[in-house]
């Protein structure tokens, strides 16, 4: 079985910072991609930004310049610095981590448990 385990959300006022963190465990071979995404109250899931094991990177508009996205494959670890934030900012963060099981395996994608964000003064 693969879990992942996010921590790091919490309060923080308007151009606060906070730093999330999504690790994997149990039976993995290697991943794919690890990213970050985000729902707000009434809103749809949305991608917040990705990382390939390879190090490419992409980020949603509305993070650039932000929010950096980095990976650790060795501990199928995914981090996000969160810099600069701003109310709109809040919202419930989820990890995804698209994983192999064994060498011949595809990828399959895992999702973390989901931390809050919430920005306010």
């Known amino acids: 079985q693969v879990q992942l385990v996010e921590s790091g959300g919490g309060l923080v006022q308007p151009g606060g910072s906070l730093r999330l963190s999504c690790a994997a465990s149990?039976?993995?071979?290697?991943?794919?991609?690890m990213g970050w995404y985000r729902q707000a109250p009434g809103k749809q899931r949305e991608l917040v930004a990705d990382i390939t094991s390879a190090g490419f990177t992409n980020y949603a508009d509305y993070v650039k310049g932000r929010f950096t996205i980095s990976g650790d494959n060795a501990k199928n670890t995914v981090y996000l610095q969160m810099n600069s934030l701003k109310p709109e900012d809040t919202a419930v963060y989820y990890c995804?981590?698209?994983?192999?099981?064994?060498?011949w395996g595809t990828g399959q994608d895992y999702w973390g448990q989901g931390t809050q964000v919430t920005v306010t003064s």
């Open positions: 995804n981590i698209v994983l192999r099981t064994t060498s």
């Open positions: 149990g039976s993995i071979f290697s991943n794919d991609a």
